[in-house]
């Protein structure tokens, strides 16, 4: 195993075999600031390079209780007026051009969903091929409904095309349900539930992840596929510019 800090520490990254695992660091509630979404883009295209000319596969954890409890809305409103929309629509675009970086990754992707995960911090697990979740702590949750937050058009389609049942869709979204991984699992959202820590959850997913990397697939054929799969998804994320993170704009 090997592993590096990024982003001034807000991840971290290592290797567990054929597995790049990318972990949100620290016991907080891991907003998604412009520079934690840089961080993340920065440890992705890391992640890509190192996997050219190679089988592997990416997994997304998180230390503590929390996956990601959405955008960073106090750091939104810190700024003066009308520095709040101008904060939440540059946290939306660092958004978009992570969900652009994970479509065109010529790699499998994996969320450990390791706590809660509410509003974007959903709508970033949604974006991984497969997720994973922790049984005993933690839900998913879009709380936009609740919170009075417009949802950007392309989190709308990425729910669309990763929750297909349309109940559920309308429950998530809607009603604003808080869907444990039991739930989750039932209603086809999730991949897994795991019973036990983080740890745990994380060790699930790394193995789903390197079973996928011993596929040996063609990871530009891969991202191809992703895009055609997903085609409503990519033509509101593919003009972000993937894999390239741009500086946070504070």
């Not at 890509?48 to 209780?65: F, I, N």
């Not at 750091?75 to 051009?97: F, K, Q, Y």
């Not at 922790?134 to 729910?159: C, N, P, Q, T, W």
Request: proline content about 4%.
């Amino acid at each position: 195993m090997e592993g590096m800090a990024t982003g001034g520490n807000l991840c971290a990254v290592e290797k567990r075999g054929r597995v790049h695992v990318i972990t949100l660091t620290g016991t907080g509630e891991h907003r998604l600031s412009p520079a934690l979404l840089s961080a993340i883009r920065s440890a992705v295209a890391a992640a890509r390079r190192a996997s050219t000319g190679a089988a592997s596969a990416l997994v997304l954890a998180a230390e503590g209780k929390f996956f990601s409890n959405g955008y960073d809305l106090a750091w939104a409103r810190a700024g003066p007026a009308p520095a709040p929309g101008h904060r939440v629509s540059a946290m939306r675009a660092a958004l978009r051009g992570l969900v652009a970086d994970l479509l065109a990754l010529p790699v499998p992707t994996v969320a450990a969903v390791t706590g809660h995960a509410a509003g974007a911090g959903c709508a970033l697990a949604l974006a991984h091929d497969a997720v994973v979740m922790r049984a005993s702590r933690g839900f998913l949750y879009m709380s936009e409904v609740d919170a009075g937050i417009k949802i950007a058009s392309f989190v709308g389609e990425l729910v669309r095309q990763k929750v297909p049942d349309a109940v559920a869709r309308r429950d998530l979204v809607m009603k604003g349900d808080k869907m444990t991984a039991a739930e989750a699992v039932r209603r086809g959202i999730v991949d897994a539930a795991v019973d036990g820590g983080v740890e745990d959850v994380v060790a699930a997913a790394v193995a789903m992840a390197e079973e996928l990397a011993g596929r040996g697939w063609d990871g530009e054929n891969l991202a191809g596929i992703r895009k055609a799969t997903w085609p409503g998804l990519w033509s509101k994320v593919n003009d972000c510019g993937g894999l390239s993170p741009a500086r946070p704009r504070l």
